[in-house]
C-alpha cells in the first residue's frame, strides 16, 4: 500500500493555549491513530510546522480535520506525495517545541521531495524533509 505525505505550514489563533495545544495533539494523535497516519507536529508559539504520513484515505482524512479545524489559520501546504516507506514512524502525532529559526527553515526549505538524503544531518542541506529529520532525531532518542 502506497504511503503518502503531505507537510504545511499554518498560525495558531492567538488564544491558543497550552493546555488547549496539548489536548489537540492528544485528540489528533487518537484520530491518527484510527487511520493509520504518523507524524510530528513543530510550534515556536508562532507557527506551526506539522507533517503526517499514512495511507491514501488516512492521510485525505486529516488534512481535511486539519483544513477544518478553528485552532490555526494561514494554512500553507508545502507539499504532499508519495513517499517510499514511513519517515516518521515513531508518533501517530507528536509536538515539539521549535525555535522559529527552525520554523522558518522548515517553511522555505527545499520540499519537492520527501526521500532523506544520504547526509541527512549535515546542517543546510536544504530539503524540508533531511532538516526536519534533523530536527526531530534528538527527540526520538530521548523517547
Known amino acids: ?6 507537510v504545511y505550514v499554518s498560525q495558531p489563533v492567538v488564544d491558543l ?8 495533539v492528544a485528540d489528533a ?7 493509520g497516519v504518523t507524524g ?4 515556536d ?5 506539522q ?3 499514512g495511507p491514501e484515505d488516512g492521510v ?3 488534512y481535511e480535520r486539519v483544513l477544518q479545524s478553528k485552532s490555526h489559520t494561514e494554512i500553507v501546504e508545502l507539499a504532499r506525495g508519495l513517499v517510499s516507506a514511513r519517515q516518521f514512524p515513531y508518533w501517530s502525532m507528536h509536538r515539539l517545541p521549535a525555535d522559529p529559526l527552525l520554523v522558518g527553515q522548515l517553511a522555505r526549505a527545499n520540499w519537492s521531495r520527501f526521500k532523506r538524503s544520504d547526509q541527512s544531518s549535515v546542517p543546510g542541506s536544504g530539503w524540508g524533509i533531511d ?5 526531530v532525531a534528538p527527540h526520538v532518542a530521548a523517547a
Open 1 to 6: 500500500m502506497p504511503i503518502r505525505a503531505v
Open 17 to 24: 493555549s497550552f493546555e488547549h495545544l496539548e489536548s489537540l
Open 29 to 35: 494523535a487518537r484520530f491518527n491513530r484510527m487511520a
Open 40 to 43: 510530528v507536529l513543530l510550534h
Open 45 to 49: 508559539g508562532v507557527r506551526f510546522v
Open 51 to 53: 507533517y503526517f504520513e
Open 60 to 62: 485525505i482524512s486529516v
Open 131 to 135: 532538516l526536519l529529520a534533523a530536527a
